[in-house]
């Protein structure tokens, strides 16, 4: 399988080669040439195989040819070891046809790790092939960070650079990602906001002679091996509730469109899926644009579900991609326009074609906070927020009779104690893996925000591996 740049601007690589690029050189976001069939049969037969099994079938067709597949199978086994329940991501009815499906049973706790742990040892044995060495560079405000150091810590081939805004995570999140003392993990404490982190890394990126020399890379949500891993989940879920003989809906509670997306491709390949329900915070650009057409950036305000405040749904454009029938120059237009005037105009067509699948709904903190405490009530299950955004607007939904609804739990709710404590009155438990989180030691730097301070010591990580 070739992969080409919803941009139609940059050159038609491998799984290999999109593996570690990330970003297209044109600006896109690489897909595959062709979408696979997946056929009934195997859909069947997924119902009873475990998890890692159905990920090797449902991924092969994307990756055949860059990798033999019984590594592949052995690579994929060894990612979902860490995860901590025997199914992998469990499906829990809540009853009425609604159930959760929970992917946060990996190392940190949150849905991130269904793609990176996989990634993470993609990018090992591709760099070891290669015999080459990469310095990953990220920002995070909380779950990203801490996801992607548990996948890169301990190889050999990587050093990973993850920025955070000082005293502006939570305990939780910062223990997580500083209590990992691995000789190639280097966190570092930013005096300042999480844009300044991001913008750091940014100017890091657009300083070539540097990132050349470093060779600094991404395992941001734009690279198509995550979207890969996730798709997995949606195939799965599905066909344990009877696809390809019974239609299954989903709810997704999503900021940068990533995990949705991966919920499009599965329908794409044949999966009966009738609606993708996307759940947003006060950060409601998604819910905009399928209610108007309009896709428009606005401030970001902070929420209780800190991982979808994000005003821009990079991942969108694969979507836009395909609605538009594979027209990168069009896609490129309208992506230099959304970038220059902050907004674009989709038009009815587009936003027709769109709604036969999509449907979204913005769910306030308030909101956010009655879901977990009547979920809690109804059925016992705590939720964290991020979930409860996905089962406010799976409530809000014209469900069809019928259809059993299926709600993405993107955190456990352990890593957000506030907001749960706010809602049902007393803190969830960390897991015992992280019992000691709190005592553990922590490592880190604290730099001011300052690009020169922070390249010395990117380069100097880079230099001491
Ligand atoms: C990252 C994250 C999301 C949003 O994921 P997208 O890739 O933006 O769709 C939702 N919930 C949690 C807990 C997350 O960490």
Same mark, same amino acid.
């Given at each position: 399988?070739?992969?080409?740049?919803?941009?139609?601007?940059?050159?038609?690589?491998?799984?290999?080669?999109?593996?570690?690029?990330?970003?297209?050189?044109?600006?896109?976001?690489?897909?595959?040439?062709?979408?696979?069939?997946?056929?009934?049969?195997?859909?069947?037969?997924?119902?009873?195989?475990?998890? +890692?099994?159905?990920?090797?079938?449902?991924?092969?067709?994307?990756?055949?040819?860059?990798?033999?597949?019984?590594?592949?199978?052995?690579?994929?086994?060894?990612?979902?070891?860490?995860?901590?329940?025997?199914?992998?991501?469990?499906?829990?009815?809540?009853?009425?046809?609604?159930?959760?499906?929970?992917?946060?049973?990996?190392?940190?706790?949150?849905?991130?790790?269904?793609?990176?742990?996989?990634?993470?040892?993609?990018?090992?044995?591709?760099?070891?092939?290669?015999?080459?060495?990469?310095?990953?560079?990220?920002?995070?405000?909380?779950?990203?960070?801490?996801?992607?150091?548990?996948?890169?810590?301990?190889?050999?081939?990587?050093?990973?650079?993850?920025?955070?805004?000082?005293?502006?995570?939570?305990?939780?999140?910062?223990?997580?990602?500083?209590?990992?003392?691995?000789?190639?993990?280097?966190?570092?404490?930013?005096?300042?906001?999480?844009?300044?982190?991001?913008?750091?890394?940014?100017?890091?990126?657009?300083?070539?002679?540097?990132?050349?020399?470093?060779?600094?890379?991404?395992?941001?949500?734009?690279?198509?091996?995550?979207?890969?891993?996730?798709?997995?989940?949606?195939?799965?879920?599905?066909?344990?509730?009877?696809?390809?003989?019974?239609?299954?809906?989903?709810?997704?509670?999503?900021?940068?469109?990533?995990?949705?997306?991966?919920?499009?491709?599965?329908?794409?390949?044949?999966? +009966?899926?009738?609606?993708?329900?996307?759940?947003?915070?006060?950060?409601?650009?998604? +819910?905009?644009?399928?209610?108007?057409?309009?896709?428009?950036?606005?401030?970001?305000?902070?929420?209780?579900?800190?991982?979808?405040?994000?005003?821009?749904?990079?991942?969108?454009?694969?979507?836009?991609?395909?609605?538009?029938?594979?027209?990168?120059?069009?896609?490129?237009?309208?992506?230099?326009?959304?970038?220059?005037?902050?907004?674009?105009?989709?038009?009815?067509?587009?936003?027709?074609?769109?709604?036969?699948?999509?449907?979204?709904?913005?769910?306030?903190?308030?909101?956010?906070?009655?879901?977990?405490?009547?979920?809690?009530?109804?059925?016992?299950?705590?939720?964290?927020?991020?979930?409860?955004?996905?089962?406010?607007?799976?409530?809000?939904?014209?469900?069809?009779?019928?259809?059993?609804?299926?709600?993405?739990?993107?955190?456990?709710?352990?890593?957000?104690?506030?907001?749960?404590?706010?809602?049902?009155?007393?803190? +969830?438990?960390?897991?015992?893996?992280?019992?000691?989180?709190?005592?553990?030691?922590?490592?880190?730097?604290?730099?001011?925000?300052?690009?020169?301070?922070?390249?010395?010591?990117?380069?100097?990580?880079?230099?001491?591996?």
């Amino acid at each position: 399988m070739k992969y080409v740049s919803t941009r139609s601007g940059a050159p038609v690589l491998t799984f290999d080669d999109v593996l570690l690029t990330g970003l297209a050189r044109d600006g896109g976001l690489y897909v595959p040439d062709a979408w696979p069939v997946l056929s009934s049969e195997r859909m069947r037969a997924f119902a009873s195989m475990s998890y +890692p099994d159905v990920a090797v079938e449902v991924m092969w067709p994307f990756v055949e040819g860059t990798i033999e597949r019984d590594e592949f199978a052995e690579i994929v086994d060894r990612a979902y070891a860490t995860f901590r329940h025997p199914d992998v991501v469990p499906l829990v009815a809540l009853g009425d046809g609604v159930f959760l499906l929970e992917l946060f049973h990996g190392p940190t706790l949150a849905f991130k790790d269904v793609a990176l742990q996989l990634v993470g040892h993609l990018f090992d044995r591709e760099l070891q092939r290669r015999e080459a060495r990469l310095t990953i560079v990220g920002a995070t405000s909380g779950d990203t960070g801490s996801a992607a150091i548990e996948a890169c810590r301990d190889r050999s081939t990587l050093e990973i650079v993850m920025l955070h805004p000082a005293g502006r995570v939570s305990e939780v999140q910062r223990r997580q990602m500083t209590t990992v003392l691995s000789p190639n993990v280097h966190n570092v404490a930013i005096d300042g906001t999480f844009d300044d982190c991001q913008d750091l890394v940014k100017a890091m990126f657009n300083d070539i002679p540097f990132r050349d020399r470093y060779h600094l890379s991404a395992v941001n949500s734009i690279n198509w091996a995550r979207i890969l891993a996730q798709v997995v989940y949606y195939v799965k879920a599905a066909a344990e509730l009877g696809a390809p003989d019974r239609p299954v809906s989903f709810t997704v509670p999503t900021g940068n469109f990533g995990n949705v997306f991966a919920g499009w491709v599965a329908r794409r390949i044949g999966v +009966p899926i009738r609606s993708l329900v996307v759940g947003s915070n006060r950060n409601d650009i998604l +819910p905009r644009f399928f209610r108007t057409g309009v896709m428009e950036m606005r401030g970001v305000v902070p929420t209780t579900s800190p991982s979808m405040d994000i005003q821009v749904s990079s991942n969108f454009e694969r979507l836009l991609f395909e609605l538009c029938g594979r027209d990168g120059g069009l896609v490129r237009e309208v992506m230099a326009q959304f970038r220059e005037e902050g907004r674009v105009d989709l038009g009815p067509d587009l936003l027709g074609a769109s709604k036969e699948v999509f449907d979204a709904h913005r769910i306030d903190d308030d909101a956010v906070q009655r879901v977990i405490e009547a979920t809690y009530r109804r059925t016992g299950v705590l939720v964290d927020p991020h979930t409860a955004v996905g089962l406010g607007a799976a409530a809000l939904h014209q469900a069809e009779p019928g259809v059993p609804m299926i709600c993405l739990a993107t955190a456990d709710p352990a890593k957000f104690p506030d907001a749960v404590e706010a809602a049902v009155g007393f803190r +969830p438990e960390l897991p015992p893996h992280l019992a000691d989180l709190f005592d553990r030691p922590e490592r880190m730097v604290t730099l001011p925000n300052d690009l020169e301070r922070v390249e010395v010591l990117v380069a100097s990580t880079t230099m001491a591996g």
